[in-house]
């Protein structure tokens, strides 16, 4: 492993004292570059932009689980330098589809010849039946096409690819799934025609892929940042961890994708912090890293959560990150979900969604 070399480190920045997290009305992900793909755990734009617009612009921002990478697309837009680091594959794709530019003409151009190419080319190769059964014979031979031609795509035209193979599963199952968990199979399936699906996802989304070069995205384990990023170089750690009930971020359509790529989604896994027995310890080697990697004067924000236990007491996650370790966050901040589409769960379930930030300072 290598220190990464970059010009994202030079600058000095004093972050500012004490950062205001509001409520908000609403946390749906706007009409954005962030609906490319329903990545497990993805996390508020519109919150991400109220927390990023009170940080120094020209400063450096860790994301050390960037995810589908909607903190380092918004810090993009209040001129933040960002690093993002993940170790899961789909994660890194997804990040360097929304934080690199496109041209968009030239985008559509190629991917209609991408599409073409893939109708001449019948291809040999099928899906196993563990993905076959989800969605229509004929949809399913166009999708096959075009992952075949996966390695000619960039990575925009590939997180598209991945994003629409998720729209068309939803919509072969009559959209009777949610858009981020797979249902059941709605038979008969119904026939979409990939091809469309792929084109105006791309054509949709484009407009909002405006990256420049202030970001870096990393596949790695974040438990090994300090051997990555050199000591005392990070302004800001802004990030929302893997949750603590061990969520699989290679579940439901990630397990899709995965077995269409034919990965070994056991041998990704690893890499992952999802294991609920280890948890308390691998987010102790994170924390520790960070704050190896963070100013003086910088500061670490984690977004986490509360964790129902199967005898129904709630761990609070603000207080599980303050006892962590001995670095004691400056203040915790407890927030009520609101204007989820899970709202109406909620209000069935009569459960509330809190969420706790926890700041750091170094
Ligand atoms: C809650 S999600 C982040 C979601 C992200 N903020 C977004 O909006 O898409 C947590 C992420 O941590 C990643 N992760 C889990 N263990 C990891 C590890 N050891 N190193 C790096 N990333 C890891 C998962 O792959 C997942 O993408």
């Known amino acids: 492993m290598k220190m990464i070399e970059s010009n994202l480190l030079n600058d000095k920045v004093t972050p500012k004292e004490t950062l205001v997290f509001k409520h908000l009305k609403s946390v749906n992900n706007p009409n954005s570059a962030h609906a490319i793909y329903p990545y497990r755990?993805?996390?508020?734009a519109i919150d991400a932009r109220q927390i990023l617009s009170q940080f120094i612009p020209g400063s450096l921002l860790l994301d050390p689980f960037c995810g589908s990478g909607t903190i380092l697309h918004e810090a993009q837009h209040f001129g933040i330098r960002a690093i993002g680091i993940d170790n899961n594959p789909l994660a890194i794709t997804l990040s360097m589809a929304k934080s690199q530019p496109i041209n968009e003409k030239e985008t559509v151009?190629?991917?209609?010849?991408?599409?073409?190419?893939?109708?001449?080319?019948?291809?040999?190769?099928?899906?196993?039946?563990?993905?076959?059964?989800?969605?229509?014979?004929?949809?399913?031979?166009?999708?096959?096409?075009?992952?075949?031609?996966?390695?000619e795509m960039s990575n925009y035209e590939r997180a598209i690819l991945y994003g629409a193979v998720c729209l068309s599963a939803r919509a072969c199952n009559h959209y009777k799934w949610t858009s981020s968990s797979v249902g059941k199979i709605i038979t008969p399936q119904r026939y979409v025609?990939?091809?469309?699906?792929?084109?105006?996802?791309?054509?949709?989304?484009?407009?909002?892929?405006?990256?420049?070069?202030?970001?870096?995205?990393?596949?790695?384990d974040a438990r090994n940042i300090s051997k990555l990023i050199p000591e005392n170089s990070i302004d800001y750690v802004y990030t929302s961890p893997p949750y603590f009930d061990a969520l699989d971020y290679t579940s439901y359509y990630a397990k899709i994708?995965?077995?269409?790529?034919?990965?070994?989604?056991?041998?990704?896994?690893?890499?992952?912090?999802?294991?609920?027995?280890?948890?308390?310890?691998?987010?102790?080697?994170?924390?520790?890293?960070?704050?190896?990697?963070?100013?003086?004067?910088?500061?670490?924000?984690?977004?986490?959560?509360?964790?129902?236990?199967?005898?129904?007491?709630?761990?609070?996650?603000?207080?599980?990150?303050?006892?962590?370790?001995?670095?004691?966050p400056d203040y915790v901040v407890e927030r009520e979900y609101t204007g989820t589409t899970s709202q109406v769960w909620d209000k069935i379930n009569n459960t509330k969604r809190k969420e706790q930030i926890v700041v750091w300072k170094n």
């Open 41 to 44: 755990g993805k996390i508020s």
């Open 257 to 328: 994708i995965y077995e269409l790529e034919g990965s070994d989604r056991s041998k990704i896994r690893k890499g992952l912090i999802q294991n609920t027995l280890s948890y308390e310890q691998d987010m102790k080697i994170v924390l520790s890293e960070l704050r190896k990697v963070v100013k003086e004067g910088g500061q670490v924000i984690f977004v986490v959560g509360d964790k129902k236990m199967k005898d129904g007491t709630i761990i609070n996650g603000g207080q599980f990150f303050s006892n962590l370790t001995d670095w004691k």
């Open 193 to 220: 025609d990939f091809y469309n699906v792929f084109m105006a996802k791309l054509i949709k989304h484009s407009k909002f892929v405006d990256g420049g070069e202030r970001v870096q995205v990393i596949k790695e």
């Open 109 to 151: 151009e190629h991917s209609k010849q991408l599409i073409e190419k893939s109708k001449r080319v019948n291809p040999d190769s099928s899906a196993p039946e563990t993905v076959s059964k989800y969605f229509h014979e004929k949809t399913m031979q166009q999708i096959i096409a075009m992952f075949n031609l996966k390695d």
